[in-house]
């Protein structure tokens, strides 16, 4: 086992405070939080159960996903006609612009804070 797996692998959670175990060899039954999404599940207010850990070729630092038991992972709340209309209104607020109040048909670029249309006219002014 190479030495950045042995610094990565604690099962018995004496060195970090919860198992660990190195970067895609978590055991059965354990999940992250995205893999409990793609199967529709969410953690529903377990406490973490473990951890997958690596090292960061580049920063030296160490890299941490936590892990959630499956078994007690509880099904995704669907969701109700009131979170799809808070949510279309503030995607709507998102592609507004401030400056001309147009629907941009996308997501207004924070750096800039208005859409394309005005950035070319402020850019003609300049000019």
Do not use: H
């Not at 529903?44 to 030296?60: C, D, S, V």
């Amino acid at each position: 086992m190479p030495a950045a797996y042995a610094k990565c692998f604690d099962p018995s959670g004496a060195r970090y405070g919860v198992p660990t175990y190195p970067w895609r060899m978590a055991p059965d039954g354990y999940a992250t939080r995205r893999q409990l999404r793609a199967r529709g599940l969410r953690p529903g207010g377990q406490p973490i159960a473990a951890q997958l850990m690596r090292f960061n070729r580049r920063t030296g630092g160490p890299r941490v996903a936590y892990l959630y038991r499956e078994e007690l992972a509880l099904p995704v709340r669907p969701m109700t006609s009131r979170k799809w209309g808070a949510l279309a209104l503030a995607m709507l607020a998102r592609r507004t612009c401030p400056r001309c109040r147009l629907d941009a048909g996308y997501c207004i670029p924070r750096s800039y804070g208005i859409c394309g249309t005005c950035i070319a006219i402020e850019e003609q002014r300049t000019a």
